[in-house]
């Protein structure tokens, strides 16, 4: 028997992170607690109204919205990338600006006392997690469990020669969380780059399901498509990076995982750069994050397609809250 997971977001969405939102309210298995919105691939102000947008959307407009961060722990300014998620950081469209109520930060700590075993997932930079250990006490018992998207290894990066974007943002942060909190599960750029949906998956989608959202999800996919497809000439799609971490966490016999310290550069060239040690004979040690190496990358895109051609698994979850 599988148990519903509950979990709070961390997201700065962003494209691929607004898909994952709306991956994660319509899968069955899955309760969103809240979500948190900082900067990341936009600024914090266009992170909380493309949330609230797609929270609207989707019909979960009550659901706890928080503000995150506007910038990383270093002080230095963000930097954002519009030529991959669109000035507004939802390609094609443009969210209004959100008129309604933003929960305190601090409000995250009374969710955390409310529920038990309760999954953190962070899909965007780290910089709130990391403020969620460093403003609170006694708070890793109610957490059973952190899943991070972020870090490169046996890679190029995706922002520079050696970084992904996540850890790069605030690679302080990073370091923060990974010393704080265990079991933490990695899902890095070498698998997540392999999660990719194509026009066809899309296609198959629609041809499945009338669902309101889908006709945001095949603008926001072709517009990513579009733009992965003049980074990478050739790729037949766009990678799912944030999703991948979703489904991997609901999904856990479907990775390969090895135990490894992992350290993320703070400074110089190498800024964002995540270093754990593969050599022959390494050892792991307890506490170890655990680092995604494989995935099992058709039933990946199996999962997506069902669980977002399928009009009943929000509705099942809207009906087991009232």
């Known amino acids: 028997m599988r148990f519903l997971k ?39 102000q266009k992170a909380v109204d493309n949330a609230a947008f797609l929270l609207m959307e989707a019909g979960f407009p009550s659901l706890p919205m928080i503000g995150g961060t506007n910038s990383p722990l270093s002080g230095e300014t963000p930097e954002y990338y519009p030529e991959i998620h669109g000035a507004d950081g939802l390609g ?3 969210p209004p600006p959100y008129k309604g109520h933003l ?4 409000d995250l700590y009374d969710i955390l006392h409310a529920h038990s075993d309760i999954t953190i997932v962070d899909i965007g930079r780290n910089t709130a997690l990391a403020h969620l250990f460093l403003l609170g006490s006694d708070i890793a018992p109610h957490i059973k469990d952190i899943f991070l ?4 290894f046996f890679v190029p990066g995706n922002v520079t020669p050696s970084a992904e974007a996540n850890f790069y943002g605030d690679p302080v942060a990073a370091n923060i969380v990974l010393s704080r909190f265990t079991p933490i599960y990695i899902i890095p750029l ?12 899309i296609q198959e989608i629609e041809a499945a399901s009338s669902h309101p959202l889908i006709p945001i999800i095949k603008d926001l996919m072709k517009y990513y498509t579009e ?7 050739g790729i037949e799609g766009a990678p799912l990076h944030d999703v991948l971490t979703l489904y991997l966490m609901i999904n856990p016999e479907a990775g ?11 400074e110089g060239e ?25 995935f099992d990358v058709q039933a990946f895109v199996e999962d997506f397609i069902l669980t977002i051609s399928s009009s009943t698994g929000g509705r099942r979850k809207r009906e087991g809250r009232s």
Request: with cysteine; glycine share 8%.
């Open 92 to 94: 094609p469209l443009s």
């Open 149 to 152: 998207m972020g870090g490169a």
């Open 227 to 233: 733009a992965y497809q003049t980074l990478i000439p």
């Open 270 to 294: 190498g800024k964002g750069t995540s270093i754990a040690d593969f050599r022959p004979g390494s050892r792991s040690r307890p506490g170890d994050p655990a680092i995604c190496l494989e």
């Open 190 to 201: 070498n698998v997540t780059s392999k999660a990719v949906i194509t026009p066809h998956h």
């Open 256 to 266: 390969r995982y090895v135990r490894r310290a992992v350290t993320v550069f703070m």
């Open 103 to 106: 929960n305190n930060f601090s």
């Open 6 to 44: 509950k979990i709070i977001l961390f997201a700065d969405p962003g494209i691929d992170d607004s898909i994952a939102i709306i991956y994660a309210l319509m899968h069955p298995e899955i309760e969103v607690l809240a979500i948190v919105s900082s900067y990341g691939n936009v600024t914090k």
